[in-house]
């Protein structure tokens, strides 16, 4: 029994080393380099009023061209410091819960240790003395054995939210290195953590009658409209039911967002019930690379029927890799990579709408995602008739354009696609396309 109590310790002892101090710490930083931001936006703003009113022509126009684009950078940067500062105080507060709970598990754990190194203490040898001490033994033995289950419970959930909030913060290195840098997780820590909530998911749909008869018809959509299956699918899978437009997208930090994109994914489509109308299915993808910077960026899409023909929809993915010269492996588009989509999927017959997706599922207010996917459950749509339309905004119009080109060089390539693309406004830099194939 005593490796029961030392494990208890132990797991106490691994809670204590965090640092709640040091949490808010980094939370206060990241608001008071966002003060510091916002006084350099009011200088930007006050240069930019100068020279619209004493600078004219080319050269100037330039300017407050590249101004505009350094106070976006800016505005960047200082929603991603407030979303950082949320996310440290989000752990700190998990943090010092679990802490507080763990002092009260010690306390219990020695009190429930020193009652059983006495529990056969002043007891005769008379048979009625023994079976009371035995009986109290084993109590005593088994809330030993409660309590380690409550302080594993603890410090599973703390780590499932220092998952989480790990996985927000690493998307804002682009913007925030120092103040919210996070390492990237080990993929095996994730599957683990992952695991371990599996008994409570089965327990949960244990002694639910209504979650047992959805499981067994497949009915996810019962199944995601439980709260605490829905949350825990999206903390650690990424998707989640957007109930107004009655259909499913996904998180940014989704366990896709550390999969990235590679060629033979596509292939395993088929395998896993989809019937899609892609992009780049013959090895022609639509791709353009950043002659500054030589990063190159793959944009792909996706329609059609998904769950062996009990659900259909879209997707719109973006993709980045540091050299062209990748084996056809791409990272999930992060920071100022990122791009906004609006995407319809709709009848190409009738012209019916099914439902948009405006950018749900992307972090924080700005809707910027590496992919705009959306899926409804429902067998009786045709796969065959889906039309997919989206408007993308990027982050200059040197990317739009670049994107534009491509598209318009892949459509010219792939007449029977029936895509068509048009660019839209300069602020913000947008373009537009209706695939119909």
């Known amino acids: 029994m005593t490796a029961v109590f030392d494990k208890i310790y132990a797991l106490a002892d691994q809670v204590e080393k965090g640092s709640t101090t040091e949490l808010d710490d980094r939370a206060r930083a990241c608001r008071a380099t966002k003060e510091t931001i916002a006084d350099t936006k009011a200088l930007l703003e006050s240069v930019r009023v100068q020279l619209g009113e004493a600078w004219q022509g080319g050269a100037g126009e330039a300017a407050l061209t590249s101004l505009e684009a350094f106070k976006k950078n800016r505005d960047d940067q200082a929603q991603d410091l407030e979303d950082s ?3 440290f105080e989000t752990i700190r507060d998990a943090l010092a819960k679990a802490q507080q709970e763990a002092r009260n598990k010690r306390a219990d754990a020695q009190g429930l240790q020193k ?9 005769g040898i008379r048979q009625v003395d023994l079976a009371v001490a035995w009986a109290q033994d084993k109590a005593v033995k088994a809330q030993a054995l409660v309590l380690l289950a409550d302080l594993e419970r603890v410090t599973t959930t703390y780590d499932a939210i220092l998952l989480i909030e790990g996985q927000k913060l690493r998307f804002k290195t682009g913007q925030v290195w120092e103040l919210a840098g996070s390492e990237k997780r080990n993929l095996l820590e994730i599957g683990a953590i992952m695991l371990r909530e599996v008994p409570g998911l089965a327990a949960l749909i244990a002694k639910n009658p209504e979650l047992r008869e959805a499981l067994v018809h497949r009915d996810w959509d019962k199944i995601m409209q439980n709260p605490e299956v829905a949350q825990k699918i999206y903390d650690y899978l990424g998707f989640k039911y957007v109930k107004d437009g009655d ?4 998180g940014e930090h989704s366990m896709q967002s550390y999969l990235g994109w590679k060629d033979f994914y596509d292939k395993l ?8 109308d892609e992009t780049g299915t013959d090895g022609d993808n ?5 002659p500054e910077t030589g990063k190159t960026y793959r944009l792909e899409l996706w329609k059609g029927q998904y769950g062996k023909n009990q659900s259909f929809g879209g997707e719109v993915g973006f993709y980045t890799s540091d050299s062209p010269n990748n084996d056809g492996h791409f990272n999930a588009a992060q920071g100022d990579d990122q791009i906004k989509v609006t ?15 405006d950018g749900q599922g992307a972090d924080g207010t700005d809707k910027k995602h590496f992919w705009n996917l959306a899926i409804r459950t429902d067998p009786d749509v045709n796969p065959e008739q889906l039309g997919q339309r989206s408007t993308i905004e990027v982050r200059n119009v040197e990317m739009r354009d670049r994107m534009y080109d491509e598209m318009v060089r892949y459509a010219a ?6 895509l068509t ?3 839209g406004s300069d602020q913000p830099p947008t373009l537009s396309y209706d695939w119909r194939k």
Do not use: C
């Open 247 to 250: 259909f499913y997208t996904t």
């Open 421 to 423: 693309v048009t660019k």
């Open 269 to 276: 489509g088929r395998v896993l019930g989809m019937k899609l």
């Open 115 to 123: 009652k059983l190194d006495h529990g056969w203490h002043g007891f």
């Open 343 to 357: 995407q319809t999927i709709y009848n190409k017959e009738s012209g019916e709408v099914y439902f948009t997706n």
């Open 85 to 87: 500062a949320k996310s």
């Open 413 to 418: 390539a792939h007449p029977d696609d029936h």
């Open 286 to 290: 639509m791709e353009f690379t950043d």
